[in-house]
């Protein structure tokens, strides 16, 4: 099978032949349909990533929306999500004509879905739509505000808060075309990170009590001075690092306000959870009430599509066997 092959760390994968998967006890034969790149992709490539990476040579992708060919989990034909189990991290991943997965990793979708924004919706999608729909529930007229809204992740967290029913969201982030586009996704106000006095700046745009509900996928200075404006009692969900790894985060801050710092990961979500919200998701995007800026590219064009994403591509790449 044609399949995109990745043979030294921090190099690019090229298309090429491989031997077609065989499942195993418990698992499901799949033809990928549609297979979006995602940073960790990136970030198991290089080496750097907490996980480790599969032994070279290998195939990256850590998810992909695929049809089921042989399974005893799913009737034959079945699109289906499968993703976070290993795949492209531990061993072979979804950037090829076929794949295996665990019978218990499949997450149907209807079949009237579009593949490719049901990709997109995966990985960055849940990790967008997770903090503000399940793990930090939206109250209803609250203020949001968005850090990093200008990447996928930011893009659905900030339209998901205004579906859930934030009364104002506001949107912060640097790529200032990208900024200044959120307005058509429901921003009420936008901020530039770059802003000298970035604390002034979100406290003009999200009004004086403050956001009650923070969105970082930042870390680093934004999500300083998030919580120097912060309401009290606010929650912050940080589910990143774009910004830095570290942060300076007063104490009399946190104490003073009683704010509550809670952290994010895909990974630490429950299958069982996953299905629920996700369905919920691709439904809203599905209905029109949700964008994802995306583009989908033939996987011929893998090696192109990874120096784009390497760099920050602004918009979803999904790769179509």
Known sequence: MRAALLSELDGTPRLGEWPAP??????????????PLNPIDIAVASG????????????????AVARVVDSRA????????????????????????????????LVP?????????????????????????WRAPVRRGETVLVLGATGTVGQVALQAARILGAGRVVAAGRAADRLRATRDLGADATV???????????RAACGPAGPSLVIDPVWGGPLQAA??????GARVVNLGQSAGATATIPSAAVRGKQLDLLGFSDFAVSRDVWRRQYAALVDHAGAGRLHVPLERLPLTDV????????NGPGVKLVLVP
């Open 109 to 133: 979708i209807p079949p009237a879905a579009d593949p490719a924004l049901a990709a997109a919706l995966g990985v960055a999608g849940m990790a967008g739509w997770l903090p503000v729909a």
């Open 227 to 232: 919580l120097e404006v912060a309401a009290p």
């Open 22 to 35: 065989a499942p195993g006890a418990g698992q499901s034969l799949l033809e990928v349909v549609a297979a």
């Open 74 to 105: 799913q009737p034959e034909g079945t699109l289906a999500w499968v993703g976070l189990t290993g795949l492209g991290v531990t061993g072979d991943g979804a950037l090829a004509e076929r794949l295996v997965a665990d019978d218990d990793a």
């Open 192 to 202: 530039s990170l770059d802003e000298a006095d970035l604390p002034a700046a979100l």
């Open 48 to 63: 750097r990533h907490y996980a480790g990476h599969p032994s070279l040579p290998y195939i990256p992708g850590v998810e």
């Open 303 to 310: 090696a192109a599509a990874w120096e784009r994403q390497r």
